[in-house]
């Protein structure tokens, strides 16, 4: 592995993995600053602010920000997280330059015309609505809000309709001057490039970055309750979780693969109990969201209004089932799944991009792989089931919508879950 990391002047940090045997490169800047970083009354600003960023520079109207990339075949794109917010492209090894220059205008010199402000606006209410007419889309953030209620950590990426109608261009602006700073950022390059070329590209780009740090963002504090919206849908769309563990916690290896073994393929506990020998449920799934200081541990599942009463009980006796512990092949077949998806993921110039990104911003240096293949075959069924107990000891959150008249109370399945 040469993965090379460099610092520059202003608290930058520049990262290359490269891929001797690829010609094209991905390359990108990972700010870290997202929703969790917002106040309650600009809600949605780091979303809207990504998008800004594509409406025109000093330089560069919006067309043309688009048109240089895709003239030489590129892709350009991005997206807003919770803890991140990603600008990126993909371009041929000679087009690196290139790409280097629009990612750093965009961020660094927005125009955020007054016009553009209101044309993406619109845009932006249309994707809510959009969102709000997608109930297994929206279901995921009331179950976040439901985790985290009251707190940044549980509010919507996209924000709520109302507070984008209302928010200011100066608003937006002011934003991204308090929080986008140098030591916020980390570019990243993965695929045919050069490190020290590529860090004077970026040095040259993104010299004019302040190094101030931007404000901190509220801890999360984890607390579970319960959300139900009854909908004349089909299906009622269902989250069950819990208390996570954050990305430096002991706990997330062995909490990764026990959410493989218990959601996380075909051949998983609730998918062959719940779907293939019983047909409740289309889809049925765990996953384990991890943050700087918190996590998620959640489990989804799409039913009808009548099978949604035998769903449930299932999937909360298969949690605590998992506390009497596991066959050595189940773990080790966990273990292959979580340990190929690692390992094709280098197969891939932007899988490594972002990668090597969030790990400097998350542990402050990046990973090797060999390590991450290490820690994950070091999980052994004593992890597991104290991972589970884990789970289970926190308080659940419920996020459900749809006809949800035969779904037990909160307190009935909390009740399940510890006996």
Known sequence: MNVRVSELPNGIRVVTDPMRTVATVSVGAWVAVGTRHEDAAVNGVSHFLEHMA?????????????????????????????????????????????????????????????????????????????????????????????????????????GEADIIAGLSRDSIVGYMREQYSAPRLVIAAAGKVDHDRFVELVGTAFDTLPAANGRAPEAAKYTGSDFREDRNLEQVHILLGFDGVAFDDEGYYPLA???????????????????????????????????????????????G????????????????????????????????????????????????????????????????????????????????IKAAERLVASAPTLAAMGPTGKLESYEEIAGRLTG
């Open 54 to 158: 594509f409406k025109g520079t000093e330089r560069r109207s919006a067309q043309a920000i688009v048109e240089e990339i895709e003239s030489v075949g590129g892709h350009l794109n991005a997206y807003t997280a919770r803890e991140n917010t990603a600008y990126f492209a993909k371009v041929l090894e000679d087009d690196l330059p290139l790409a280097v220059d629009v990612i750093s205008d965009i961020l660094l010199n927005p125009t955020m015309a007054a016009d553009e402000v209101e044309r993406e606006r619109a845009v932006i209410l249309q994707e809510i609505h959009q969102a709000h007419d997608t109930p297994d889309d929206v279901v995921f953030d009331k179950f976040q809000e439901a985790a985290f209620p009251g707190q940044p950590m549980g509010r919507p990426v996209l």
């Open 257 to 303: 693969v026990l959410s493989t073994l218990v959601g996380g393929g075909m051949s998983s506990r609730l998918f062959q109990e719940v779907r293939e020998k019983r047909g409740l449920v289309y889809s049925i799934y765990s996953f384990a969201a991890n943050y700087a200081d918190s996590g998620l541990f959640g489990i989804y599942a799409g039913t």
């Open 305 to 384: 209004p009548d099978e949604v009463a035998e769903v449930m009980p299932i999937v909360c006796d298969e949690l605590v089932r998992l506390q009497d512990g596991m066959p050595e092949d189940e773990i080790r077949r966990a273990r292959a799944q979580l340990k190929s998806s690692t390992l094709m993921a280098l197969e891939s110039t932007s899988s490594r991009c972002e990668a090597a990104a969030r790990q400097l911003q998350v542990y402050g240096r990046t990973v090797p792989t060999d390590e991450v293949i290490e820690r994950i075959d070091a999980v052994g069924e004593s992890d597991l």
